[in-house]
């Protein structure tokens, strides 16, 4: 592929230059006069060679060869960039690569099979999973995609807090609310759980056991509504998730850390380790040698650990288990536990930076320009289940993962429901749908199209040299996106591509017929165009499938103008 042939070029060069360890990267220039790829690898240079980016970039250029690789011409501009523009046949030859390649177009190596951890959702199972477990679930997983494809081998774990003063509460709600049940006047807890949910529980609790704990506040009856809460509450997620496609390798739970001793192991490495000392009677951690704003306590005064301690404690497992590369994905709420974290686990000797974390903002969802009112069944949120049955399992995730984490969503159910192309998810579906259609009425299979001797050269309109290249850019776009942890860029190349896709599609073919888009009767035009489409098939099916959505053959809507889809 000329992409990878010109990274390896200019990365040689440099080499010979003395430079090595370099990642180029190369992009597809906003403005299509400056060319058809650049990179600003003399800009990042600079500092470290000593040398302006403009000089670096013309060392470069001077050594690049003009005809080889089908580059055309190469030229410097502004500070430091260096614009490549590519022959017709050369941008051309993409189209050969993505067919032979098919659902591997756009996978590397960059990994080398190495263990890389995506942890994700962890909610706690004190009640049904709300929207912001939902935006981090279809972040988690398409961050684990966009690794995937790109060689590392990624295990998707969940961390469940089945331990500590919240589940205490849950368990506390349940028994009030199954003492009322019982026909006892009984309060709720102060911070107790008001949903609806936690009746449920109450009365599948007295359905197995009766009146036989009515009055009993001891700690048996306590203890057990905690471990029937936390399986209903557990098995209620994991069915949420798994209709949310989202499937874990690994559920991890806090309480087998207190189970194996491996909280109590970590306790005493940190203090053989000679950070820990002793304060106002409870165990503090010097995490100010390590970064923090401020030591923190790990044990407090009755003897319970603080929160970090476990995730210090798990995160060492993880360690242990090989995941030297960990991303956590979590909401913003715990943006003040990562220097602790982070300062415990140096401590003990893991490098700087380890976890890697991926923090997302709140979710608000909207409808008509106003919020939208809270859920009766969860007392104080939406729920992931209500959202994801109003508009859609494809919708929901893609409208989670297409904005930067770390920007705050309005999720606009009026443009969720609606199904034209103005729904940026509907938008790529059906570019690919159309793309299917193409070889339905063509009587071809896609999979048996002859890409061989087709004389390419003819794609020679503006339109699909641009579409060429866009399609060229899908494998440097996945190493960007799994390099930045960023499952927004993919979506706002799908949501591109299928714009460009749908602009060439009904270029001078107001009645959207697709014999006059692609099954010309020129058939040599007609062979490659066939190329092309099933190039932009393919690149859009491998697009939506890291983000676990749905690439569709049909849609069609029925009475109720819900969306249907057949899947390939």
């Given at each position: 592929?000329?992409?990878?042939?010109?990274r390896?070029?200019?990365e040689?060069i440099?080499?010979?230059?003395?430079?090595?360890?370099?990642?180029?990267?190369?992009?597809?220039?906003?403005?299509?006069?400056?060319?058809?790829?650049?990179?600003?690898?003399?800009?990042?240079?600079?500092s470290?060679?000593?040398k302006?980016?403009?000089?670096i970039?013309?060392?470069?250029?001077?050594?690049?060869?003009?005809?080889?690789?089908?580059?055309?011409?190469?030229e410097?501009?502004?500070?430091?960039?260096?614009?490549?523009?590519?022959s017709?046949?050369?941008?051309?030859?993409v189209?050969?690569?993505?067919?032979?390649?098919?659902?591997?177009?756009?996978?590397?190596?960059?990994?080398?099979?190495?263990?890389?951890m995506?942890?994700?959702?962890?909610?706690?199972?004190t009640?049904?999973l709300?929207?912001g477990?939902?935006?981090?679930?279809?972040?988690g997983?398409?961050?684990?995609g966009?690794?995937?494809?790109?060689?590392?081998?990624?295990?998707?774990?969940?961390?469940?807090?089945?331990a500590?003063?919240?589940?205490?509460?849950?368990?506390?709600?349940?028994?009030?609310?199954?003492?009322?049940?019982?026909?006892?006047?009984?309060?709720?807890?102060?911070?107790?759980?008001q949903?609806?949910?936690?009746?449920k529980?109450?009365?599948?609790?007295?359905?197995e056991?009766?009146?036989?704990?009515?009055?009993?506040?001891?700690?048996?009856?306590l203890d057990?509504?905690?471990?029937?809460?936390?399986?209903?509450?557990?098995?209620?997620?994991?069915?949420?998730?798994?209709?949310?496609?989202?499937?874990?390798?690994?559920?991890?739970?806090?309480?087998?850390?207190?189970e194996?001793g491996?909280?109590?192991?970590?306790?005493?490495?940190?203090?053989?380790?000679?950070?820990?000392?002793?304060?106002?009677?409870?165990?503090?951690?010097?995490?100010?040698?390590?970064?923090?704003?401020?030591?923190?306590?790990?044990?407090?005064?009755?003897?319970?650990?603080?929160?970090?301690?476990?995730?210090v404690?798990?995160?060492?497992?993880?360690?242990?288990?090989?995941?030297?590369?960990?991303?956590?994905?979590?909401?913003?709420?715990?943006?003040?536990?990562?220097?602790?974290?982070?300062?415990?686990?140096?401590?003990?000797?893991?490098?700087?930076?380890?976890?890697?974390?991926?923090?997302?903002q709140?979710?608000?969802?909207?409808?008509?320009?106003?919020?939208?009112k809270?859920?009766?069944?969860?007392?104080?949120?939406?729920?992931?289940?209500?959202?994801?049955?109003?508009?859609?399992?494809?919708?929901?995730?893609?409208?989670?993962?297409?904005?930067?984490?770390?920007?705050?969503?309005v999720?606009?159910?009026?443009?969720a429901?609606?199904?034209?192309?103005?729904?940026?998810v509907?938008?790529?579906?059906?570019?690919?749908?159309?793309?299917?259609?193409?070889?339905?009425?063509?009587?071809?299979?896609?999979?048996?199209?002859?890409?061989?001797n087709?004389?390419l050269?003819?794609?020679?309109?503006?339109?699909?040299?641009?579409?060429?290249?866009?399609?060229?850019?899908?494998?440097?776009?996945?190493?960007?996106?799994?390099?930045?942890?960023?499952?927004?860029?993919?979506?706002?190349?799908?949501?591109?591509?299928?714009?460009?896709?749908?602009s060439?599609?009904?270029?001078?073919?107001?009645n959207?017929?697709?014999e006059?888009?692609?099954?010309?009767?020129?058939?040599d035009?007609?062979?490659?165009?066939?190329?092309?489409?099933?190039?932009?098939?393919?690149?859009?099916?491998?697009?939506?499938?890291?983000?676990?959505?749905?690439?569709?053959?049909?849609?069609?809507?029925?009475?109720?103008?819900?969306v249907?889809?057949?899947?390939?």
């Open positions: 592929m000329s992409q990878e042939a010109i390896k070029v200019i040689g440099l080499s010979e230059m003395g430079i090595s360890d370099v990642a180029v990267h190369l992009d597809q220039p906003n403005n299509p006069s400056h060319g058809d790829l650049a990179t600003n690898v003399a800009l990042t240079l600079a470290a060679v000593g302006s980016p403009r000089t970039a013309e060392e470069i250029a001077s050594h690049i060869k003009v005809g080889e690789f089908g580059i055309q011409a190469v410097v501009a502004g500070p430091g960039f260096l614009n490549f523009k590519l017709t046949d050369q941008v051309v030859t189209l050969m690569d993505i067919i032979v390649e098919q659902d591997g177009y756009g996978r590397s190596d960059d990994g080398k099979g190495r263990k890389f995506v942890e994700f959702v962890s909610a706690n199972p009640g049904p709300h929207l477990h939902g935006r981090q679930g279809a972040l997983d398409a961050i684990a966009l690794l995937e494809w790109n060689g590392w081998s990624v295990g998707r774990e969940y961390y469940y807090n089945d500590g003063a919240q589940i205490d509460r849950l368990g506390e709600s349940v028994w009030a609310r199954y003492q009322q049940y019982l026909g006892e006047e009984i309060d709720l807890p102060e911070g107790g759980y949903g609806e949910y936690v009746i529980i109450a009365e599948k609790f007295a359905a056991y009766g009146d036989r704990f009515k009055g009993d506040n001891s700690q048996k009856p057990l509504m905690k471990r029937t809460a936390i399986r209903i509450i557990r098995d209620e997620q994991d069915k949420d998730l798994s209709d949310f496609r989202i499937d874990f390798d690994v559920y991890f739970l806090e309480s087998s850390l207190y194996n491996q909280v109590e192991s970590t306790v005493e490495a940190l203090k053989k380790a000679g950070h820990v000392y002793d304060k106002d009677d409870a165990v503090w951690l010097r995490t100010t040698e390590f970064g923090d704003q401020k030591d923190r306590v790990m044990i407090k005064r009755d003897g319970s650990p603080t929160y970090f301690l476990p995730d404690a798990y995160h060492i497992d993880k360690w242990n288990r090989g995941f030297y590369q960990v991303v956590n994905v979590q909401g913003a709420d715990h943006h003040g536990t990562i220097a602790r974290v982070q300062a415990g686990l140096q401590a003990l000797g893991l490098p700087e930076g380890y976890p890697d974390y991926v923090l997302h709140m979710v608000r969802v909207e409808r008509d320009g106003k919020d939208v809270l859920s009766k069944r969860s007392g104080s949120y939406i729920t992931l289940r209500e959202l994801m049955t109003e508009v859609g399992v494809d919708v929901t995730r893609y409208f989670f993962q297409m904005r930067k984490p770390e920007g705050h969503l999720f606009d159910l009026d443009l429901l609606d199904q034209s192309d103005k729904n940026p509907y938008k790529i579906q059906y570019a690919h749908v159309r793309m299917c259609s193409i070889f339905r009425k063509a009587g071809i299979e896609r999979d048996n199209l002859i890409a061989e087709v004389d050269s003819v794609l020679d309109t503006k339109a699909e040299r641009e579409l060429i290249k866009q399609l060229s850019h899908f494998p440097e776009l996945i190493r960007r996106a799994a390099r930045l942890r960023a499952p927004h860029i993919m979506c706002d190349y799908l949501e591109e591509t299928a714009g460009a896709v749908n060439w599609y009904h270029a001078g073919n107001p959207r017929n697709p006059l888009a692609v099954l010309v009767s020129d058939s035009l007609r062979n490659a165009r066939l190329v092309l489409a099933r190039a932009i098939q393919i690149v859009l099916y491998n697009g939506l499938s890291i983000l676990g959505i749905v690439a569709p053959e049909r849609m069609f809507r029925d009475s109720d103008t819900a249907h889809s057949t899947n390939r």
